[in-house]
């Protein structure tokens, strides 16, 4: 069938009657004749002509060809083809794609979910019908078919996770299951939560299928929980717990609070204005097992986010690696014990200990240092290689702490460390290497530095009171922090930021043939502070979300050290205390799920066609737009050529005329 875009312009036809009109006139082409005088001329009379007639019958043809392929390039003539038969019920399938991520628990989506689907499915009857099971990925999918028994199956098991939703995967999954089928549709059975459906990228679905949304749940608009659990301890038998609950709605909240650590239990009420952040802090006694809940009773839209599992047990310890000469250096071996002792005194105030290794330097670079926080250098850096120094470099971008002290190779250690940009101080030599006649101290300390908050009144301590007897003279650069001075000015302990980590560098050996700091009252708070300074504010137990993939711990040697045993285990599909390696994870429920806003299914449709609603046509459109068949383009043409046609018989026609007239 034939039709117009602008069939307005095909009143531009009536122009045909112009050329035609033309040709019946006259044309005469004058012959000019130069003569060298007009006194000659006799006046004539022009001789009368017959009745004017068409003359140049093909270039007439041509000109009106030409007029009509002009008028109808501009009404633009579109052909449609004749319509294709709609398919049949076998030819048409459609993909349920269910949306069982944690916030379909809330307001009894799952049921609603169930009944919208099992309603669709009497529906559409005989139809081919797939499904597919999505959360933070494809859980399970039902093949299409026109026996709808497995997915009523599946439909009357469905059960929402505890995992976020990501249903980008899902999404190519249905398509993908659609295959080449006449009519395909795509029917997503959601609560359409916010957060879910923030798809980081288009699933770049096939443009003929059609996309329907069923909404499961209507609008929340109040939900509150408990978003984070901070445990200090107080001593050994008791904790301060600090619970921090969130008021996601627009009303005001009042729960009663429940915290429990193992069949201790302490009760509060807590009350959160809109939008807004409470806390509540409460002692409990600890337990050995160290496991924690909090939760909001009373009831709630959402009830997942009202429960939070925390460790309140022992922290994992903080591992220590030293590393000494070994055969040329056997006394290193003392100055290890002495760091060993001052870090394994027991404090109640402290919420975790220190685990303690020791390799020789010359088996250091095949180590694997991923699940160390501190390295001591005893002298060892000075056998070190190229390919050591980057191992320390790359530990300390990572955030480690290092502590270096020199040894008999001090020249060789500085200097190797200034090479790999570590430490930009210059080493110039040992200070009293050959006689004890001379004793050195310490006698100033940086205020606005770690040390200096420690010792703020370093007079009334032994910290500038014990003998050093020898030392390595360093010339720092501007860019080197300084934090302890001996009694001559000359730098006795610098600190070198790199990457996260800290780099804390001493002048002599914390041994007594360099001094005497290992036998006094301030060695053991200067070594703490030096190896607590990378250790986060909130160390302890890692919060995890559901499903949240835990990387193993591994060995010096680089082996994946065993999954906790008993309790949870390493899972993290559901919430609860994963004991992953010595480390507890605290498991909860993404706390994004907890969101009351949703997506706009609109803005949603156009996201999944991976491009504005402008720009992305319809199946319907589509289907349309390939039985449309544009002859404009066509027209546009043959005006050019018959353009070029006329343009070429009137020239021919043009100089014939004139010849003839030449021999007459």
């Known amino acids: 069938m034939l039709s117009f875009t602008s069939p307005g312009f095909l009143f531009g036809l009536t122009a045909l009657t112009v050329p035609i009109a033309l040709h019946l006139m006259n044309r005469a082409i004058p012959l000019r004749i130069v003569f060298p005088s007009t006194r000659f001329i006799r006046r004539a009379q022009l001789p009368r002509e017959g009745r004017r007639q068409l003359r140049d019958i093909l270039l007439l043809v041509l000109r009106l060809l030409l007029l009509a392929a002009a008028v109808l390039t501009f009404a633009r003539p579109v052909w449609h083809r004749a319509l294709t038969p709609p398919a049949s019920d076998a030819q048409t399938a459609t993909v349920f794609l269910i949306d069982v991520s944690a916030s379909l628990s809330g307001a009894a989506g799952t049921a609603r979910a169930q009944t919208l689907v099992s309603e669709k499915l009497d529906a559409l009857g005989g139809q081919s019908v797939g499904l597919v099971l999505s959360a933070d990925g494809v859980l399970a999918d039902v093949p299409v078919s026109t026996d709808h028994d497995e997915i009523r199956r599946v439909l009357s098991e469905l059960t929402p996770t505890y995992v976020a939703g990501d249903h980008l995967s899902g999404l190519r999954k249905a398509a993908q299951l659609l295959g080449a089928a006449g009519k395909r549709t795509i029917t997503v059975v959601s609560d359409f939560q916010q957060t879910d459906w923030q798809l980081a990228r288009s699933p770049e679905l096939p443009p003929n299928i059609d996309i329907t949304f069923l909404d499961v749940s209507g ?285 804390f560098t001493s002048a002599f050996a914390f041994h007594p043939n360099w001094s005497d700091l290992p036998m006094t009252g301030s060695f053991l708070p200067l070594v703490r502070e030096m190896v607590d300074s990378v250790v986060p504010g909130d160390y302890g137990a890692q919060r995890i979300d559901c499903g949240q993939t835990v990387e193993l711990p591994h060995t010096l040697l680089g082996e994946e050290l065993p999954k906790g045993g008993g309790g949870d285990g390493a899972n993290t599909r559901e919430p609860g205390i994963a004991m992953i390696g010595s480390t507890p994870h605290e498991v909860n429920v993404s706390r994004r799920e907890s969101i009351v806003q949703k997506i706009n299914v609109v803005d949603l449709q156009h996201r999944l066609r991976g491009s504005n609603s402008s720009d992305t046509p319809s199946p319907r459109q589509t289907t349309e737009d390939s039985r449309r068949i544009n002859l404009w383009p066509y027209c546009a043409s043959l005006a050019a050529l018959f353009f070029l046609l006329e343009m070429g018989l009137g020239i021919v026609f043009d100089q014939r005329e004139l010849k003839g007239r030449r021999q007459a």
Do not use: C
């Not at 250096?329 to 394994?344: G, I, M, T, V």
């Not at 006689?435 to 200096?452: A, C, F, M």
């Not at 032994?462 to 010339?475: G, Q």
């Open 219 to 503: 609008q929340r608009t109040s939900n509150a929980g408990i978003t984070r659990v901070l445990v200090a301890p107080l001593n050994s038998e008791t904790a301060r717990v600090v619970v921090e609950t969130r008021n996601y709605g627009m009303t005001p909240i009042a729960r009663p609070l429940e915290v429990r650590i193992g069949t201790h239990s302490v009760r509060a009420s807590i009350e959160v204005p809109p939008l807004q952040v409470r806390r509540v802090a409460l002692v409990l006694p600890t337990s050995p097992s160290g496991r924690g809940v909090a939760s909001l009773n009373g009831d709630d839209d959402y009830a997942l986010d009202d429960v939070y599992h925390f460790w309140a047990g022992v922290l994992p310890p903080i591992r220590v690696l030293g590393v000494i000469p070994g055969k040329p250096e056997p006394r290193k071996a003392e100055e290890l014990y002495f760091f060993r002792k001052a870090l394994s005194v027991q404090d109640d105030g402290r919420a975790f200990d220190y685990a303690f290794d020791t390799v020789e330097a010359e088996f250091f670079f095949a180590l694997d240092l991923e699940a160390t926080q501190v390295l001591l250098l005893l002298g060892a850096a000075g056998y070190f290689r190229e390919q050591e120094f980057r191992l320390v470099e790359h530990f300390l971008r990572e955030g480690g702490a290092v502590i270096v002290t020199p040894g008999k190779a001090a020249a060789h250690q500085f200097r190797g460390l200034r090479q790999s940009g570590l430490v930009d101080a210059e080493f110039v030599g040992i200070a009293g290497e050959h006689s004890r006649d001379e004793i050195y101290g310490l006698g100033w300390i940086k205020p606005d530095s770690i040390l200096g908050s420690l010792f703020e009144a370093p007079e009334d301590t032994d910290l500038f009171l014990f003998p050093i007897y020898r030392y390595a003279r360093l010339r720092p650069a501007r860019q080197d922090e300084v934090l302890l001075r001996l009694l001559d000015n000359a730098p006795a302990l610098l600190e070198s930021r790199v990457g996260n980590g800290r780099l």
